[in-house]
C-alpha cells in the first residue's frame, strides 16, 4: 500500500472526573488525512485544508509526530500528508490530537503495522507536546484506541481501554472564543485538599464501574469534578446556564471538554443528545456568540481508513 485516506476523530479529554487520565472518542465528528509514502526519507505536510495552520513539519503536530515515528522505524524512506481539518484548533475536542494521532496511525498502516497502538500513543503525545507544551495523552489515546481510555500511568505509559455502552451519546458546544490549552492549564492550583482527593477518586471509580456495567445512573451522578471545573468553568460564557439547560433535558451530566471552551453532555440515546443540542444551541443564541453544536454516538473505533489505494 502506497496511501493511505483516514478518518482521525474529535475527542473529549478529561470527561470532567477524569483530569489528564481520561478521554473518550467521537464516531461522526473528526478530520480526514491523506498519508502517503514518499523517497526522501522525512515528513512534508502537502496541503492544509479548512483551517490555517503551518505547514512546516517541525511546527504541525502531524509533522512532529510522524517524525517520532521515522525515528524508531527502520524504514528508508518517508511520508507526505495531506489534512482535510473540521475540528477547529483550539476547541477543546482534540484539534492537534485528531492530527498527531491520525498520522502516526496511517504511516503504522503503511509500514504494516511495526509499531503497538501504546507505541502510536507515545509518538502522538510528542504532538501534543508541542501544542500544549505538555505531552498528554487524554486525547491521543482514545483517537488511537477508541472509545473510552484511562491513562493509568505516564511512567511507564499504561493506557486501559475502557467498555463503552453501546447507546452513550455526547452532544458538545463549542462557543467561538479562544482558549489556549497552555493558557487554561496556568490558572489551576498545583495542590488539592485530601477532600476534594476523595470526592474525585470515587467519582472516577464510579464513571469506570459505571461503563462497564452499563449503570447509565451511575455515570450520570459520577460526571462531577470539583476541581478542575470551577476554576476553568469561569472563562467559558453560559457555562452554568448550559449545564443546568442539559439536565432538565435529560442530559446523564456534563462539563467542560478538555480545556474548553466546549461544553460536554452525556445522554442515554440519541433523542435525548438532539433535545440537549437544542438546549445549548438556544442559550448561545441568545448571546453575540458565534458557536457550533455537534452530536455524536462515543465510537468504539479510533482513526479508520476510509479508502485504501494499492
Ligand atoms: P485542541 O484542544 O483543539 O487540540 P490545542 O489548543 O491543544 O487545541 O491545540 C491547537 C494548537 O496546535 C494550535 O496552536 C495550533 O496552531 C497547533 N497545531 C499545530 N498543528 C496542528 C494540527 N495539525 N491540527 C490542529 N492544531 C495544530
Redesign the pocket.
Known sequence: MEEIKVFCP?TI?NVSCGFDVLGLALESVG?EMVVRKIDEPTIR?RK?IG????LETD??????AGLALLEKSSCSHGFEIE?Y?N??????????????AG?VWAMNQLLDTPFSPLELVQFAMQ??K???KVAHAD?VAPAIYGGFTLVRSYAPLDIVPIHTPNELYATVVHPQIE????DSRKILKTNITLEKGIQQWGNLGGLIAGLFTEDYGLIGRSLEDHIIEPIRSILIPEFEHVKKAVMEQGALGSGIS??GP?IFALSKGLETATKVAGAMKAIYAKTDLDFDVHVSKISSKGVQPITKKA
Open positions: 474529535a479529554a478530520d505536510i492544509i483551517q490555517e495552520l503551518p511546527k504541525n503536530v502531524a509533522g512532529v489534512i481539518k475540528i477547529k484548533p483550539g476547541s477543546g475536542i482534540g484539534s492537534s490530537a485528531a492530527s498527531s498520522a504532538g501534543e508541542l501544542a500544549s486525547n482558549i489556549k490549552t497552555s478538555g480545556s466546549s
